[in-house]
């Protein structure tokens, strides 16, 4: 019903920047949160930062002051802004939203909540 394709990742050096991308698309009449993770080899999935619908924003300790989390609805994309990139962000990054589901341009008052396949980012030291 809704699909999100991560983009954006690749190897960088350390105190580099990258920009990933979230695209949603399919059945979407809104987005509510839409939310970043991460898995580095060896690692448990970590939330790194979240947006709700209005752009209220939080981060998680381990990436605040150096990413950023940003969404254009108009577009259903969202996007993390990354810099000061450290060895340890190495992993592949996750997207995840919570999707109002469409149906004929209305809400059908349904939620769908997924993920995409992830995008990996090497920081080399």
């Known amino acids: 019903q809704v699909q999100l394709v991560e983009s954006g990742g690749g190897l960088v050096q350390a105190g580099g920047s990258l920009r990933l991308s979230c695209a949603a698309s399919?059945?979407?009449?809104?987005?509510?949160?839409m939310e970043w993770y991460r898995q580095g080899p060896g690692k448990p999935r970590e939330l790194l930062a979240a947006?709700?619908?209005?752009?209220?924003?939080n981060y998680a300790d381990s990436v605040k002051g150096r990413f950023t989390i940003s969404r254009d609805n108009a577009k259903n994309t969202g996007f993390l802004q990354m810099s000061s990139l450290k060895p340890e962000d190495t992993a592949v990054y996750y997207c995840?939203?919570?999707?109002?589901?469409?149906?004929?341009?209305?809400?059908?008052?349904?939620?769908?909540?997924?993920w995409g396949k992830g995008t990996l980012v090497t920081v080399s030291s």
């Open positions: 947006i709700t619908s209005d752009g209220s924003t």
């Open positions: 399919g059945r979407i009449f809104s987005i509510n949160e």
């Open positions: 995840s939203a919570e999707v109002i589901l469409d149906e004929g341009g209305f809400s059908d008052g349904s939620t769908w909540y997924g």
